[in-house]
T-cell receptor, first 115, second 119 residues
Framework: DSGVTQTPKHLITATGQRVTLRCSPR?????VYWYQQSLDQGLQFLIQ???????AKGNILERFSAQQFPDLHSELNLSSLELGDSALYFC??????????????FGQGTRLTVV | AQTVTQSQPEMSVQEAETVTLSCTYD???????LFWYKQPPSRQMILVIR??????QNATENRFSVNFQKAAKSFSLKISDSQLGDAAMYFC????????????????FGTGTRLTIIP
C-alpha cells in the first residue's frame, strides 16, 4: 500500500459527460501529480499541484482541469468526454520540497472507460 | 525537454536466469534522478530502484541492479535469478532535481518493456 488513495477505481461513462477523479496523497506529501496512461502506453504527465497551487502543466487538454484543496486532496475533472479519453489515470504524491525525498508514490489508478 | 527511450517493447527470460532491460535518455541537465518502475497486471506502479546522477556507484536492490553510464546517457536494469513474480511492464523514468528546477519534478517515462518469465 503506497498510502495514496484514488477513487473511484473504475468509472464507465458516456461520451459528452463529465467526471471527477479524486486523489488523497500520502500524509505529509504536499505535491500531487496526475498522469494518464492510455492502453499499452507509457504514463503521460498531465499536471502538478503543490500545496494548493498549480506548479507545472504537461499535455493536459483544455477539457481537463484539476485542483488541490486545503486538506491537500486533489480532484481531476474531465469534461466533454470522448472515446479517446478512455485510459488509466494515476495520481502520485511526493514531498517535493526535500532533495533527499525524490520518490513519487502512486495510487492504484482510476480506470476510465468512455462508451 | 527530457526524453526517455526504451527500445525493447518485449523481453522474455527463463526462470532463474538473468535479464537486462535497456533505457536511454536525453537531457541537458547535469544532475537528475533515474528510476525503474514495475507495473504488474494489477496496474499498480511500483518503484523498483532509483539512481542519483551525481552518484557514480550503481544502485542495487536485492536481485535488481542498474548499469548507469552517464556519458552515454544509458540506464539499464538487470534482474538476476528471475522469478515468476517479476513478470510485468517495466518503465524507465527521468526526474529533474528538486532544488535547481523547483516546479519541474514530474517524471518523464519511457514507453515500457513487457517482461515475460518462462517457467
Amino acid at each position: 500500500d503506497s498510502g495514496v488513495t484514488q477513487t473511484p477505481k473504475h468509472l464507465i461513462t458516456a461520451t459528452g459527460q463529465r467526471v471527477t477523479l479524486r486523489c488523497s496523497p500520502r500524509s505529509g506529501d504536499l505535491s500531487v501529480y496526475w498522469y494518464q496512461q492510455s492502453l499499452d502506453q507509457g504514463l503521460q504527465f498531465l499536471i502538478q499541484y503543490y500545496n494548493g497551487e498549480e506548479r507545472a502543466k504537461g499535455n493536459i487538454l483544455e477539457r481537463f482541469s484539476a485542483q488541490q484543496f486545503p486538506d491537500l486532496h486533489s480532484e481531476l475533472n474531465l469534461s466533454s468526454l470522448e472515446l479517446g479519453d478512455s485510459a488509466l489515470y494515476f495520481c502520485a504524491s511526493s514531498v517535493a520540497a526535500d532533495r533527499m525525498n525524490t520518490e513519487a508514490f502512486f495510487g492504484q489508478g482510476t480506470r476510465l472507460t468512455v462508451v | 525537454a527530457q526524453t526517455v527511450t526504451q527500445s525493447q517493447p518485449e523481453m522474455s527470460v527463463q526462470e532463474a536466469e538473468t535479464v537486462t532491460l535497456s533505457c536511454t535518455y536525453d537531457t541537458s541537465e547535469s544532475d537528475y534522478y533515474l528510476f525503474w518502475y514495475k507495473q504488474p497486471p494489477s496496474r499498480q506502479m511500483i518503484l523498483v530502484i532509483r539512481q542519483e546522477a551525481y552518484k557514480q556507484q550503481n544502485a542495487t536492490e536485492n536481485r535488481f541492479s542498474v548499469n548507469f553510464q552517464k556519458a552515454a546517457k544509458s540506464f539499464s536494469l538487470k534482474i538476476s535469478d528471475s522469478q515468476l513474480g517479476d513478470a510485468a511492464m517495466y518503465f524507465c523514468a527521468y526526474r529533474s532535481p528538486l532544488i535547481s528546477n523547483f516546479g519541474n519534478e514530474k517524471l518523464t517515462f519511457g514507453t515500457g518493456t513487457r517482461l515475460t518469465i518462462i517457467p
